[in-house]
């Protein structure tokens, strides 16, 4: 019976371990499904590593990139994203926390200013 406990709590510990080494929900997705467009230079899509091609994406607010994210998006040249970024099992929770990576990552002091 303890070996069993020990082994229990043995292998929680390493749950917990690997829980806290994966990266968050955001970044994951980011990584595996937005970077396809969102950091190849091939993309019309507006680059990570580009901050300024987010500002005024970032001036219509969290709520409407959300919007875009989860329902799709077809830009002034007819570019398009798909709605989820063609990956219709990801949640919405999985979404918002990739817009929020997405927000976090490309926000500078005067793209995030909410003084006028």
């Not at 292998?11 to 595996?32: E, M, N, Y």
């Not at 607010?61 to 002034?76: I, Q, W």
């Not at 989820?84 to 990739?98: C, F, K, M, S, V």
Request: proline letters at 9%; charged letters at 20%; a negative charge.
């Amino acid at each position: 019976m303890m070996r069993s406990l020990f082994l229990l709590f043995a292998c929680a510990l390493g749950a917990d371990a690997a829980l806290a080494d994966a990266p968050p929900a955001g970044k994951r997705i980011v990584d595996q499904v937005c970077s396809a467009c969102h950091a190849n230079d091939l993309s019309e899509a507006p680059q990570l590593k580009q901050p300024a091609m987010w500002t005024a994406r970032l001036a219509k607010g969290r709520d409407a990139l959300v919007h875009s994210a989860l329902n799709g998006f077809t830009g002034p040249t007819g570019e398009e994203m798909p709605p989820r970024g063609g990956r219709p099992e990801l949640t919405d929770a999985e979404i918002q926390a990739a817009v929020d990576f997405i927000i976090s990552t490309v926000s500078t002091p005067t793209t995030t200013r909410n003084t006028p």
